[in-house]
């Protein structure tokens, strides 16, 4: 594709992997226009920081606005659709809010892309919607299961996609990210927690330390979008982007803190851990699709990844506070 011919919208541009796809997009000379959520200070996330940052038009609103959703999409070819609320332990005390956010959000980009004949979507999925398997490795036939108020919001919303393809023929490709980790994740996601613990802290507190999780790494993930933007075939698919392999809690941490050269205790604290029935026991990727219709796999080994995501968070540790649990 030549992106230099293409405008490109990306919603949730200022968070973790929307700030890393929207300055690769740059790179590769899309005319990239940037959606982050409005708030008081003005922020635009991580897009703040970015190098890139003259070079994106930044437009500060509200996924929930279908009125703002509408203006903004008008002229654009490709929407790369990231925009969610995503932390589990918050959508227990929060359901509603990741309803209209991640449901009816979703309802209004794909309303909108229709409205401008938008030539491609990419919806943001995520391997939460599987639950805990029911056969490893999972392929995207596997059932969908609501275990979190947060991965149900999920399905609903990658239906919704699916709706309007098959209903109007918009042209969606659903992207499924497994387990993405690397420079600028949230504080709620596991790595962060381990690597500013054990900067800060004489020990290192998670939650269930059994699970397993299938971890890609950030820039890894952004080539998967890339990809299923490129694609001629994946329209109207679902497509995980994972390694294959994976990785329990407790064995990530004792990993991670060899590669720090530490020697902390990791404790299990009720408090971090979800409610039963919630659990999602085991991840892992079938990413045969994705290696079939994009061309893609990952480049980067846990540990070189790692490597990354300890010297990033090493340097920028202040941001993060390890003495409570966020949610």
Known sequence: MNWSSKKVLVTGAGGFI????????????????????????????WLDRSPHKDHINVILGDIRDQDAVLRLMDGIDIVFHLAALIGIPYSYHAPLSYVRTNIEGTVNILQSAMRCNVERIIQTSTSEVYGSARTVPISEDHPLQGQSPYSASKIGADKIAESFYLAFNLPVVVVRPFNTYGPRQSA?????????????????????????????????TVEGFIKAAEAPNAVGQVINLGTGNEVSIGKLAETIL??????????????????????????????????????????????????????????????????????
Request: aromatic residues 6%.
């Open 18 to 45: 929307g700030s890393h796809l929207t300055e690769r997009l740059v790179e590769l000379g899309a005319n990239v226009s940037a959606l982050v959520r409005y708030t008081s200070t003005g922020t635009w996330g």
């Open 188 to 220: 709620r996601a596991v790595i962060p927690t381990i690597v500013t613990q054990a900067l800060r802290e004489s020990a290192i507190s998670l939650g269930n330390l059994e699970p397993t999780r299938d971890m890609n790494y950030v820039a890894d």
């Open 258 to 327: 060899a590669m720090m050269g530490k020697r902390l205790p990791v404790l299990s604290e009720d408090t971090r851990i979800r409610p039963q029935g919630s659990e999602v026991d085991r991840l892992c990727a079938d990413n045969t699709k994705a290696r079939e219709i994009l061309g893609w796999e990952p480049k980067h080994t846990l540990e070189a990844g790692l490597q990354r995501t300890i010297e990033w968070l090493s340097e920028n540790h202040e941001q993060y506070r390890s003495d409570i649990y966020v949610i």
